[in-house]
């Protein structure tokens, strides 16, 4: 069974739902929509007609193709890419870098503290005043704690750590378009 998604996105301090599925009847395609307050602002439709029928052998593919187009939405919504009620989508600005700086003692004790550090890509020069947001996609309990960064392009996020769900689970940490991914791997219990 093919199942959709539903998050938010926050676009300066706007929170903006995305939600995203499969039709498969009449004209089968991936249906994402973007909410703001009950309201569409934004759809993207991609039709899947060549892997009709859906069967056992192809229905990972398209619920890969679900997946990868919910969370590039989701993206593109947080990085300004999308134009939302009246707002021109964001032109293109320099590109940044996010360096994670503690990748090895982030966790301790159940607390969270992440350290990174914004970079224009060209430049190296700090990218300072922007929200850098921190989210464990696959908790138990949705968890997001976000910072801004400095001076010097730096911001600490801390948090509590939330018990992981079944599936598959991650520390994504962004800031506009920049984003770095990390799988996590609940510990075994000795």
């Known amino acids: 069974m093919v199942t959709g998604h539903n998050s938010n996105a926050v676009l300066e301090g706007v929170t903006y739902h995305v939600q995203t599925e499969a039709r498969k009847s009449g004209h089968p395609f991936i249906d994402s929509l973007v ?63 996010l360096d994670f700086l503690n990748p090895k003692g982030w966790l301790v004790r159940g607390h969270a503290h992440i350290e990174v550090r914004l970079l224009e890509k060209e430049s190296q020069a700090p990218v300072t005043g922007v929200e850098i947001e921190a989210e464990i996609e696959g908790a138990a309990v949705a968890t997001k704690a976000a910072g801004k960064s400095g001076g010097d392009g730096t911001a600490a996020i801390e948090f509590a750590m939330p018990a992981l769900g079944g599936g598959e689970a991650a520390l994504v940490i962004r800031a506009g378009a920049a984003q770095r991914r990390f799988l996590l791997r609940a510990k075994a219990k000795s």
């Open 35 to 97: 909410f703001l307050k009950g309201r569409v602002l934004h759809r993207r439709s991609v039709g899947f007609e060549e892997m009709l029928p859906i069967t056992v052998e192809n229905e990972a593919e398209l619920q890969k193709r679900v997946d990868e187009q919910h969370h590039a939405v989701v993206d593109e919504v947080r990085a300004g890419k999308v134009a939302l009620d009246g707002r021109p989508a964001a032109k293109a600005a320099a590109e940044w870098q």
